[in-house]
């Protein structure tokens, strides 16, 4: 163990009391905190060097024992197999959505994690249950593991750009071997930032997107779903024969969840009946996308309620503008809006609705009357009631949305 004031003589300081141990480099950095890292680094590399000198050997013999796990068929479940049986604990390799890849052993002492991160995102995690004394084998070996992620995802990349070709020829609706077999599902993701447009940024948009195909890709392949998937434009796509829609796509948006911060949106379409309706698919996977209204939210077109679409739309507000406007410029009092909302509302004969309203029905009548002349429509026809219908009951509209591109 590396000692402060051997570290300190080296350096040319005083020596202090007391003398403590200086395990690691975050120890020596809050030791010598007035020191320049470029200069006590090197020095401190150096006696824990000799130090570990004589076990060097060892310890290379055991990392290139585990090493060769790398190098196999199913390196992550090695790896794990490998810390299990050295350690007598449990060793745990999950995916950064949270799948258990691989797991061996028994659950022991303490549990240790370390997350396995490849150019800031993350591509799994490492757990161990075992005694506290093999956290520093269990942080050599985390690196290990991680290089089996990257392998795992490299192998999973190759097959995501083998399937981006046949899905974008079924979305341009050439369905030449395409696979057979039914029903299927289409899931599109946005981010909440639009497409940048400068080089750069577009570029790390599309990069952020095609990691979250990468994730859905690996979920559904590891539940033996033969996912297709593609960055289109803005959008992430995943197309994947569906066992149980529902579930499927509540475990994709969680996988999604858990492996990114980022706010992102989900849109997922009715079960369809074969590849073949992959077009079909997409347009209702993203007006399901369009309807999704909270942050990280998902929104299934099987639940979706179209005429609540409607109701929401821009143009549905300019004609519900409109006939109010009509309306408000012969009755100030707003008599004949409120009258024609009633009337809207009420079912039986007009008696009824004279007596909610406190009128003689005579009096309804003439109010009704004057609605059909300013609004240009007769009540008797169910085309133009059907659109007095849309008109008043469509949502208000904001400043912001009215200003909001479309």
Known sequence: MVKLNALREELGLSPVTPDEDVPTFDGAAARLSSVPASRWRPVYARLLAREVRPHLPA???????VKTAVDGPQA???IAGWLAA???GQATIRSSWGDVVAQQGSPGEIRMEQRLVY???PVGSLHLEADPGWHPLFRLVAELARLARLQSAAAGAARRRVGERQFEALLAGDTTGAPEGGPCVLAALRLER???RAERAREAHIHRLDVLCSVGEGYFHGRDLGCLTTVRGDKALWLWPSQDPEREAR????????ATDQDMRLGVSSPQPGYGEARAALRQALQALDEVRTPRGMVSFQRLDPLQALLDSPALHALAEQMRGRLRAEDEGGKLEDTLRQYLAHRGPLSGLARNLNLHVNTLRY???RIEEVLEGELSEPAFVARLYLAFHASPQTTE????PG
Do not use: I, S
């Open 59 to 65: 310890l290379v013999e055991l990392l290139g024992d």
């Open 76 to 78: 992550e479940r090695a």
């Open 86 to 88: 050295v350690t007598g």
């Open 119 to 121: 150019e800031g995102r």
């Open 194 to 196: 639009p497409l940048p």
């Open 251 to 258: 475990g994709l948006h969680t996988a999604l969840l858990n």
């Open 367 to 369: 109010r009704l009357r």
């Open 401 to 404: 949305d009215r200003q909001r």
